[in-house]
């Protein structure tokens, strides 16, 4: 995802309760879009809610990277348009323009969120400047206007609480890479409304994926139950118990995994990895399952963060 400084959270700054008429009006039907962060998360987005007939702003720090994002969706949506399309490809080439037509790019946030349904984040994972965006953006959006973040590690309660808007935040993680995961984990705050919840309940659907609705734990479904795993399998390797190639093959030929955990953390990112470890090892210092990791902290020193850098518990060419 693209990384936001403080200077564009500031650059675009150029409430209800959950409870009473608010809480039992009718469903918001999300129509205009606006995703905060243009990088790969962000821009799956983009492309999703684009290809389903929702018109979308994609926002970040400078056109460059705009321009980069524009152009990897409409590579991936070539991609999409090749399989789906394949015996009539005019209408490929028609899906791409009108999906592409959907698509607007701006660096300044705060000039259009009044006109948009819904605002999705997905930039850094840091608290203190997803909570300076978020401050900015409701002081502009209109008041019907859900925020939602795509974290995937933080609580959404702590960034829902640097808005007025507590009761139209929620959380809507979705898995990369976006255009083809299925799956939106719908994460629901003590203060997000049941109205908003069923309106992101119908977006995602609406956008061809399947909810699944949680709490505000930490990791959610996938990451509080997939994070542990990964690291036990690490502890295993540390301990001697087993090779790494053997705990891959196992957990591929023994419990049906496609990738073993070895891969995957490869594939994830080991940097990705421990900063969620060490995020959730601060909230819960005592959690058995929460400890750091000798070895991974190594691997990260070392630069080594799995196949995007070439080397991570695996080499890659």
Known sequence: MAFV????????????????PAATAKK?????????????MGAGITQVAAATGHTVVLVDQSEEILAKSKKGIEESLRRVAKKKFAEKPQ???????KTMGNISLTTDAASVVHSTDLVIEAIVENLKVKNELFQT??????????FASNTSSLQITNIANSTTRQDR?????????VPMMKLVEVIKTPMTSQKTFESLLDFSKAVG?????????????????????LIEAIRMYERGDASKEDIDIAMKLGAGYPMGPFELLDYVGLDTTKFILDGWHKMDMKNPLF???????????????????????????
């Open 28 to 40: 918001i039907l999300i129509k205009h879009v606006t995703v905060i962060g243009a990088g790969l």
């Open 209 to 229: 994926k399947s909810p699944v609705s949680c709490k505000d734990n930490p990791g959610f479904i996938v990451n509080r139950l997939l994070i542990p795993y």
């Open 137 to 146: 953006l409701d002081k502009f959006a209109a008041e019907h206007t859900i």
């Open 291 to 317: 400890q750091p990791s000798q070895i991974l902290g190594k691997l990260v020193e070392d630069n080594k963060l799995g196949k995007k850098t070439g080397e991570g518990f695996y080499k890659y060419k």
């Open 169 to 177: 935040f929620a959380g809507l993680h979705f898995f990369n890479p």
């Open 91 to 97: 209408d490929g080439d028609e899906f791409i323009k």
């Open 5 to 20: 400084t403080r200077q564009f959270v500031r650059s675009m700054a150029s409430s209800s309760s959950a409870t009473g």
